[in-house]
């Protein structure tokens, strides 16, 4: 029991650093935010100037949600490669926790952060659209929102390993894997319209099923039995990611030890 | 039992060397092609020690360190702290250790006192405690106080040095690995950070190994000294001992630079009479 509370404490470590870390970088913050913002007006436009309302509220909805995905992904896949780069990478590994400490803390920093950001973006995106969310299950879109964080607490733990294998290549990995999934999971359109053959990438892309549910939960108000095997699939393989996240990341932790690449230089 | 604080046996690390020959393909196919950064390593170091280990740039000092402190794995070989094997155990080994390095490893844009209190949580020690720590060992340091709230990328390189060294003592590590901490600090912080060492050493016990370039300061706290030459010890005594075998006998009075480069066989031109070769082979390496 003490040391549960011991990596608890720990985790809450990660969590404090990156706000102050957030603090420090606050230029960039209101940066980044900003483009956030006009970003998903934007592209909730394009379905204004179509005149359906309807379009409107499924293109934000696709916006906010990839934004917040995306924030959770790029948080946790970026974490090695940040601290490489300020060269705390050693002193972190170091440190007397264990690495799961480590990684959910990261998770969770990157939670707490995609919730802000995400509430932040939708405050703008309500004055500056009339939107009807008087459909909405809310209720719903929560448990989406929690489920969904688990499949990419996954893959981002997944991809954090390849920063940590290549210092030069794996970052540039890590973009790749996030713009393939933008493709192919429908953030902006059905997906029917994709060709045949990369429709079943969509398949297997845990955004897919988010989105879904969380459209049918914020325009039809469908309530989560209504949803079943996509909540029930989307509950599985995040629960299965993240445990095969975390033995991943440690095969590439081994590796690295292996060869001499935690070091920042060289 | 009683555990010794640090073991090494027969410890290899291998690196590949990524030159200019050819590609991928024809590495992975050239195994041959790895470099020794350490090379068949064995010491025991007691508990309550002060261990040094000098030699030129490159001779494996860092690497070394990086294996006993589980950032690298060893090819060959077996090294244990306190008992525990830093590959098996390596996350009691962690709880039981600490680490200086010459590089500044902090988040650049934070503050010391931020990245003090990350390493506080990581280290489970409560916040309060850490900050009075801190303030007492920085303010030993000639630390300015004012400047703790300020990113560390404003500081001098020396003030880093004294951040990085007050981040490893507070935590109170049984063993202190100590990376060229006096590397870039003026005398008089050297010589604070010296009195540090002893103080570890004597009041809680801390076992300490230590790498330095300048060798007066290895003479002073060093118990024993080892000698690292291209990733082997080529000698391991105290400061007395090495004198005496670098010496060969002649009765002499060597000062440890002498030693220093009688022992590593490097050349240097403002020197004589260097009695080189003999006393080079593995002599006095236990
Ligand atoms: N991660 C790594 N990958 C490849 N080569 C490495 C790595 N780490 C160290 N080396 C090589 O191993 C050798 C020993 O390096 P090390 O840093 O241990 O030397 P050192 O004795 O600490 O030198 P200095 O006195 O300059 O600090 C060097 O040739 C270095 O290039
Ligand atoms: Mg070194």
Not at chain 1, 239 to 254: D, H, S, Y
Not at chain 1, 257 to 265: D, E, Q, T
Request: charged residues 20%.
């Amino acid at each position: 029991m003490p040391a549960l509370i011991r990596e608890i404490r720990a985790s809450y470590g990660f969590v404090e650093r990156n706000f102050n870390l957030v603090k420090r970088y606050m230029g960039w913050e209101v940066v980044f935010l900003f483009y956030n913002v006009v970003n998903t007006l934007t592209i909730g436009l394009i379905g204004y100037a179509t005149g359906d309302m309807e379009l409107v509220l499924f293109l934000v909805i696709g916006a906010l949600m990839w934004a917040f995905l995306g924030v959770l992904f790029h948080e946790v896949s970026e974490s090695v490669a940040w601290e490489r780069w300020e060269g705390t990478i050693e002193f972190t590994f170091m440190a007397p926790i264990r690495r799961i400490t480590m990684l959910l803390g990261t998770c969770l920093y990157a939670v707490i952060y995609g919730v802000l950001r995400t509430i932040v973006v939708l405050l703008f995106v309500l004055l500056f659209f009339d939107l009807g969310f008087e459909n909405a299950n809310f209720l719903s879109a929560v448990v989406i929102l929690v489920v969904s964080s688990l499949s990419f607490i996954g893959l981002g733990l997944m991809a954090a390993v390849l920063p940590l294998i290549s210092p030069e290549r794996g970052p540039q990995a890590t973009h790749i894997i996030q713009a393939l999934i933008l493709l192919v999971s429908g953030v902006y359109y059905p997906i029917s319209v994709l060709p045949v053959w990369l429709q079943p990438l969509s398949y297997i892309s845990p955004a897919t099923y988010t989105l879904r549910m969380m459209r049918s939960a914020m325009l039809e108000g469908a309530s989560l039995n209504t949803m079943g095997w996509d909540l029930l699939g989307l509950t599985i393989c995040g629960i299965a990611l993240i445990p095969i996240g975390a033995w991943i990341f440690n095969l590439g932790e081994l590796y690295a030890k292996k060869v001499g690449k935690l070091k920042r230089s060289g | 039992m009683i555990h010794k604080a640090l073991q090494c046996r027969g410890v290899t690390k291998t690196f590949i060397v990524d030159g200019e020959e050819g590609g991928i393909i024809k590495r992975i196919r050239n195994r041959k092609n790895r470099f020794r950064a350490v090379d068949d390593i064995s010491f025991t170091v007691e508990a309550g020690e002060i261990f040094g280990i000098i030699g030129p740039n490159g001779s494996g000092k860092s690497t070394l360190i990086r294996l006993i402190s589980t950032l690298l794995l060893p090819n060959e070989g077996y090294i244990s702290v306190f008992g525990n094997d830093v590959v098996k155990d390596s996350r009691k080994v962690r709880r039981l250790i600490n680490r200086v390095t010459v590089e500044a490893s902090f988040f650049k844009k934070l503050s010391a006192l931020e990245n003090l209190t990350y390493a506080a949580r990581l280290y489970d020690v409560p916040i309060k405690e850490a900050r009075e720590k801190i303030e007492y060992i920085l303010g030993r340091l000639q630390f300015p106080t004012k400047k703790l709230k300020e990113p560390l990328e404003n500081l001098s390189r020396g003030m880093q040095q004294k951040v990085a060294i007050a981040r490893a003592l507070f935590t109170r590590p049984t063993l202190l690995l100590l990376d060229e901490p006096t590397t870039g600090l003026d005398p008089r912080s050297k010589r604070e950070v010296q009195a540090f060492v002893r103080e570890a050493q004597s009041e809680f016990g801390a076992t300490i190994l230590f790498t330095t370039h300048d060798m007066e300061e290895a003479e002073s706290i060093c118990g024993r000294i080892a000698i690292i030459k291209d990733g082997r010890f080529v000698a391991l005594d105290t400061a007395e001992g090495l004198k005496r075998l670098a010496g060969n006998g002649s009765g002499k009075e060597l000062t440890m630079e002498d030693v220093f480069f009688i022992l590593t066989g490097e050349e240097w031109e403002g020197k004589e009479d260097k009695g080189e070769g003999e006393v080079m082979e593995n002599a006095g390496v236990n």
